[in-house]
């Protein structure tokens, strides 16, 4: 296996907690922020008040979504990594740079998931 698909396969394993607690917060957001970005593309209509309809669902999408990033931070800080030298994980920018993209997407996440309470404020 070349360096370059190893590194690629290493990222991915890696950040999969990462990546999940990311599509679940969009699932979370979706019935809100779905009707803002449709309205905000021009999109109109009275069946956008159907999208609604995934909103019984946002606490578990949100739980689910607190619970992958708890799992990526405790990968990322809490428990200690064992490399091999010459492998990524090795390489401290390597680290640096997951932690980077973790805290980013931490917010973001954190965005789309307050959105319902700040909404008001921005349509307002």
Do not use: D, H
Not at 71 to 97: D, H, I, M, W
């Amino acid at each position: 296996m070349n360096e370059e698909c190893f590194v690629a396969e290493y990222t991915v394993t890696k950040n999969r907690s990462l990546i999940t607690a990311a599509l679940l917060a969009v699932g979370a957001s979706l019935c809100c922020v779905g009707p803002f970005v449709l309205l905000m593309l021009g999109v109109s209509g009275a069946w956008i008040g159907n999208l609604t309809a995934l909103e019984p669902y946002r606490p578990i999408f949100i739980g689910l979504t607190l619970l992958f990033l708890g799992l990526a931070f405790r990968k990322l800080y809490l428990v200690p990594q064992v490399c091999e030298p010459g492998t990524p994980c090795a390489n401290p920018s390597v680290r640096r740079n997951q932690r980077l993209i973790f805290w980013f997407v931490t917010a973001i996440l954190g965005l789309l998931i307050a959105f319902p309470w700040y909404a008001p404020i921005l349509l307002g």
